[in-house]
């Protein structure tokens, strides 16, 4: 039975400057290509924009603001552009982006500035390869390549993330990253446990300025959204070999949603020492605050009780104004570097983090009367949490000859840490209670809340040692070589799941072999193991084992003008079992916690590509897509709600005539997705989300050297779409825009 199929249709300063070799042809296609679909005929910005074309000088001049952090490991980023020069993402080797063999993405602190993400789930949103599915206002999970992507890493120090629970690491504040590297696919080799999806490496700021030097920004938007970050660096030395850097900001803004507030407020410092010419310390501190009114728990119920779609507007907020989510982040880290004579380095980085949540929210369900708006009920929950991550990574890495040829080694220790406790406090709202929908304003009154009691807690450790090696077998052929060891062990201890211990050691091996067909492409082959263990439980309490399988990638790669346009196809296979999906409308033990079951043989293959980069001096841009289909070993589709095809372009374009204006704009099309959920008389449906694009537009003009505006506007054509399919209704963001005036000094 088809309840829904959507009809939404969309439509789709000074630099110093390097001379690149004539011959254009691949850059004049890019451009013509990428002017045609953004300024095509009977779009608005063809009204009142030529299109650009490729110059016919035979010499191009593209930007080279590149920078080294002050850490010697850490890889060159290009200041203005939105690729960069060399990452160590995937493999912990520094390598240029055309020499990892597996599909990588950065997201570079351009592409941010330039379409104003201001969270890592707006960079993850915008990132090829990569699909959402929003549960309510405070959660988001992220998936790739039809699995739930539960790695995110800070300066390569990776920390687990739940689905059940929400410590805020898709809301953390971008202004303090110099760039996101997201390496598709199983990423073991660094990271140990985790899905086979894709890892999340944000990548921080350092003081690397020996004069002082910054910004500060304000930005207003669409529901009164008001926001302010400072950024400064400089010497804390006459000499400049101690330098220190502060980002602070704060942020209060509405919603579409009524009565929903969001306060943000953090602030990140760094101090960045050179202690001998080889020897480097960094040690930060990074604090983010957030307090949420009106937080949603779930959406807006998707039938009446007679069977009827509900028809309430994208503004209804089903929260009453007594509900809250409340986190606070804390992280310490360190980092010592040494550069040795002989080429090598060594590092040993430390981290200890603290989060925690306060949330007191109520999930409205049952099915109200068409007629009357009674018949919804509401169960209420007061939920607090903490978690603790404490982490240290040695490793090393360096050159070595062997058979008369230069090759490159690395090694590594780790061990972390993980203690997440929860409390809880639950209680149930009756229709009389919750009263009419159709006149709700959220003024339903607070419950008497019995005082918090112990919910779960988990400690999960890693101790891994780990090495790789990429060995040149000839000029034109790599191979990439690694292992790790994981030692991991957890222990539960919760209301449904009693006490309960876990260990697994295991082997993770990787391979990866590259070809380099000329000076321009390669060719590369990988092959990764998958090891997953899973806090998902079955109706009866009991935890699924883990996720165990391989994954292969094959595909070619290239670079242009010295790195700074890249362009990779890849193919890709994973295979799995003991995946945990969702039972249904099952809990466990009568909670109210999600039941899971255990799929085999679950395979996903498809297709992806991104070009991206410096198409010409003035325009930059990001176009990917990704294909494939998940199935398990009945042919059934996992994960159906994650759309199985999308596209996504963004660009930027300085105007040749008007050097200060940048003009530049973005489509994101994913095909129709589907969930299937039990409708109000008992009997199993499918509901449908069409396909739909959404556009995004900006334009930034540097009306001083050292001051310039920007204007973006967000789901230009204000498409209305799901973000959720099950019984209940999340909607993505209506149309928005927001102007920033940014000072640099």
């Not at 980085?349 to 099915?367: I, N, P, Q, V």
């Not at 639950?426 to 008497?448: E, I, K, P, R, Y």
């Not at 994913?670 to 449908?688: C, E, M, W």
Request: with cysteine; glycine share 8%.
């Amino acid at each position: 039975m088809l309840l829904r199929a959507s009809k939404f249709s969309g439509q789709s300063s000074n630099q110093s400057a390097v001379i690149l070799p004539p011959g254009n042809d691949i850059r004049s296609a890019i451009a013509i290509l990428v002017c045609s679909a953004l300024y095509a005929p009977g779009s608005s910005a063809a009204e009142n924009t030529t299109p650009a074309v490729a110059p016919s000088a035979d010499t191009l001049v593209i930007d080279a603001n590149t920078h080294a952090d002050s850490n010697s490991t850490t890889p060159q980023n290009s200041g203005h552009a939105y690729a960069v020069k060399t990452t160590t993402a995937g493999t912990g080797l520094t390598l240029t982006p055309r020499d990892v063999p597996q599909s990588v993405s950065v997201m570079t602190k351009q592409r941010i500035q330039d379409q104003n993400l201001q969270s890592v789930g707006a960079v993850l949103d915008n990132t090829v390869g990569v699909t959402s599915e929003t549960t309510d206002s405070e959660r988001t999970g992220y998936y790739s390549r039809g699995f739930y992507i539960n790695n995110y890493s800070f300066d390569g120090i990776p920390t687990n993330v739940e689905e059940a629970w929400n410590f805020g690491d898709s809301t953390e504040d971008t202004a303090i990253y110099d760039r996101i590297e997201v390496v598709r696919g199983a990423a073991g080799l660094l990271t140990g446990a985790g899905n086979p999806s894709a890892s999340v490496n944000m990548v921080r700021k350092h003081a690397d300025s020996k004069t002082w030097t910054g910004n500060i920004s304000g930005t207003y938007g669409s529901w009164n959204n008001r926001r302010t970050v400072l950024d400064a660096q400089g010497p804390l030395s006459e000499s400049g070999k101690v330098r220190g850097r502060v980002i602070a900001g704060y942020q209060d803004k509405d919603s579409y949603l009524d009565r929903y507030n969001n306060r943000k407020k953090f602030i990140y410092a760094t101090v960045d020492a050179d202690i001998t010419d080889n020897t480097t310390l960094s040690v930060g501190y990074d604090y983010q605050q957030s307090r949420v009114k009106g937080a949603t728990w779930g959406g807006i119920p998707t039938w009446y009780s007679n069977g009827d779609l509900t028809h309430y507007s994208r503004s209804f907020n089903p929260a009453p104004d007594w509900t809250h989510y409340n986190v606070d982040s804390k992280k310490v880290f360190a980092n010592l570097s040494h550069q040795f004579d002989n080429g090598w380095n060594l590092r040993a980085t430390g981290t200890h983090a603290e989060t925690d949540f306060d949330s007191k929210l109520m999930y409205l369900s049952g099915f109200p009367d068409a007629t009357t708006g009674v018949g919804a009920t509401g169960y209420g929950g007061w939920y607090v949490g903490k978690r603790k991550v404490d982490s240290v990574d040695v490793i090393a890495n360096g050159p070595f000859n062997l058979l008369g040829r230069q090759h490159e080694l690395i090694g590594g220790v780790s061990y972390s840490r993980q203690n997440n406790q929860y409390s809880a406090s639950t209680t149930l709202f009756s229709a009389s209670d919750v009263g009419n929908l159709d006149a709700w304003d959220g003024s339903m009154a607070d419950a008497n809340w019995s005082d918090l009691t112990p919910y779960s807690t988990e400690t999960i450790r890693q101790k891994a040692v780990y090495s790789a090696a990429r060995f040149s077998l000839a000029d034109p052929l790599s191979l990439i070589v690694g292992v790790r060891y994981t030692q991991w062990s957890a222990e539960y201890n919760g209301v449904y799941s009693g006490e309960a211990s876990y260990g697994k050691n295991n082997i993770s091996p990787y391979a990866g072999l590259i070809y380099d067909i000329n000076d321009t492409w390669s060719a590369y082959v990988s092959y990764t193991s998958i090891f997953q263990p899973q806090d998902h439980q079955t109706v009866d309490g009991k935890f699924l084992d883990p996720i165990t399988g391989k994954s292969y990638e094959a595909g070619v790669k290239s670079d242009w003008y010295n790195g700074n346009l890249t362009a990779s196809v890849a193919v890709f296979r994973t295979e799995e079992d003991n995946l945990g999906q969702t039972d249904g409308n099952n809990y466990v033990e009568g909670s109210s916690q999600q039941a899971y079951y255990a799929v085999q043989g679950t395979v996903s293959k498809g297709v992806e590509f991104e070009i991206n980069g410096a198409v010409t001096d003035n325009l930059k841009m990001t176009f990917g897509g990704t294909t494939y289909s998940a199935t398990d070993n009945t042919g059934a589709d996992i994960t159906s709600n994650m759309p199985r095809t999308t596209f996504k372009l963004f660009s930027s374009y300085r105007l040749p005539q008007l050097q200060a204006l940048t003009l530049g704009g973005g489509v994101r099309w994913q095909n129709r997705t589907y969930q299937d959920t039990t409708a109000p008389s008992g009997d199993a449906v499918r509901i449908y989300q069409g396909s739909y694009a959404l556009v995004d537009l900006f334009t930034r003009y540097q009306v001083t050297p050292k001051l310039s505006a920007q204007l973006n506007i967000n789901n230009l054509f204000d498409k209305t779409y799901e973000t959720n399919l099950s019984d209940y209704i999340v909607y993505g963001e209506p149309r928005n825009a927001s102007l920033s005036l940014n000072y640099s000094f």
